[in-house]
């Protein structure tokens, strides 16, 4: 167990629907970092939050947002959602916000319909 | 759980023997390399990490080696295990801490 939850573990929804994701990172973390990984792809660096500040972005889509509360916890919000949506979402979290390592939590599975 | 990656090359040892699974990176500044353990159904797990200043590191079983002359990455398990069995994705992050790239993974199958 790394210590880091998220809810819900499996979500399913329709075409074109908006979907929440949450996290909440390890006691004493401060940052918090969201990933994609789908069937055929490796993980997919989404956005990181470092004390409720957006401190990096990657290949994260317009309609998907996110983030971080005061408590630490972090949202993802994904809207509009495709098809190709359906994937496992991993929140991490770490210490620092340099990225270095990372606690996984066990993930959502967003099934799109 | 659902199977991740399921096109990724295989590598398939033999209980007991030493596996080395390899993995090349494409930022020649990243300076921070860590390898990560994921297993059907459940989030990547830490392994083991080392930092560019350095090309080699030793930790329980397993062992990271860098070249950053060819941008290759490795990572050697020793007396590979059963529990070993499961997919692993090295990772390279740079740009101080704001650049972070998983590679695409490789499954490691253990043979009793």
């Known amino acids: 167990d790394s210590g880091v939850t998220q809810t819900p573990k499996h979500l399913i929804t329709a075409t074109g629907q908006r979907v929440t994701l949450r996290c909440s990172p390890r006691?004493?973390?401060?940052?918090v970092y969201w990933y994609q990984q789908s069937l055929d792809q490796g993980l997919q660096f989404l956005i990181q939050y470092y004390n409720g500040e957006e401190r990096a972005k990657g290949n994260i889509l317009e309609r998907f947002s996110a983030q971080q509360f005061p408590d630490l916890h972090s949202e993802l919000n994904l809207s509009s959602l495709e098809l190709g949506d359906s994937a496992l979402y991993f929140c991490?979290?770490?210490?620092?916000?340099?990225?270095?390592?990372?606690?996984f939590g066990p993930g959502t599975r967003l099934t799109v319909t | 759980g659902e199977s991740v990656g399921l096109h990724l090359p295989t590598l398939s040892v033999q209980e007991g023997d030493n596996s080395i699974i390899n993995c090349a990176y494409s930022n020649s500044a990243s300076d921070y390399f860590i390898w990560y353990k994921q297993e059907s159904g459940k989030g990547p797990q830490f392994i083991i990490d080392i930092r560019s200043n350095m090309d080699k590191r030793q930790g329980q079983r397993v062992t990271v080696l860098l070249n950053k002359t060819v941008k290759h990455l490795s990572l050697q398990i020793a007396a590979t295990q059963p529990g070993d069995s499961a997919v692993y994705f090295c990772?390279?992050?740079?740009?101080?801490?704001?650049?972070?790239?998983f590679g695409p993974g490789t499954r490691l199958s253990v043979l009793p």
């Open positions: 991490a979290s770490s210490v620092t916000g340099l990225g270095y390592e990372q606690y």
């Open positions: 990772a390279e992050i740079g740009d101080y801490g704001q650049n972070f790239v």
């Open positions: 006691s004493g973390d401060l940052s």
